[in-house]
């Protein structure tokens, strides 16, 4: 199973980016799915997920009413747009599939390699 996340990259304050994560290997239906961030010296912050094959979703409190995640069953693949960006928002996002979720705890199974987002001005 292979996660290949891309759409990272640099943009201004306020601007906005839209993130990919391609799966292969597997369908991933049903499964949960999301998007993970980490800065250096900080651990591994759950970003938003996309659940119980999309019937619900979840946000961390910093980019609720600005992050959006979706998923395309066809293509197998999960998105993350990010509008109104901040500095803050600056991180290595890594896409993440399977696995469990429980009240905002979300342990995935598979792993995508990690894109950087920055924003600054």
């Known amino acids: 199973v292979q996660l290949q996340a891309s759409g990272g990259g640099s943009v201004q304050p306020g601007e906005s980016l839209r993130l990919s994560c391609a799966a292969s290997g597997r369908t991933f239906g049903s499964a949960n799915m999301g998007w993970f961030r980490q800065t250096p010296g900080k651990s591994r912050e759950l970003v938003a997920a996309i659940i119980w094959g999309g019937i619900n979703t979840y946000y961390a409190n910093s980019v609720k009413g600005r992050f959006t995640i979706s998923r395309d069953n066809a293509n197998n693949t999960v998105y993350l747009q990010m509008n109104s960006l901040k500095p803050e928002d600056t991180a290595v996002y890594y896409c993440?599939?399977?696995?469990?979720?429980?009240?905002?705890?979300?342990?995935?199974?598979?792993w995508g390699q990690g894109t950087l987002v920055t924003v600054s001005s």
């Open positions: 993440a599939a399977g696995g469990t979720y429980f009240r905002g705890d979300y342990n995935p199974i598979y």
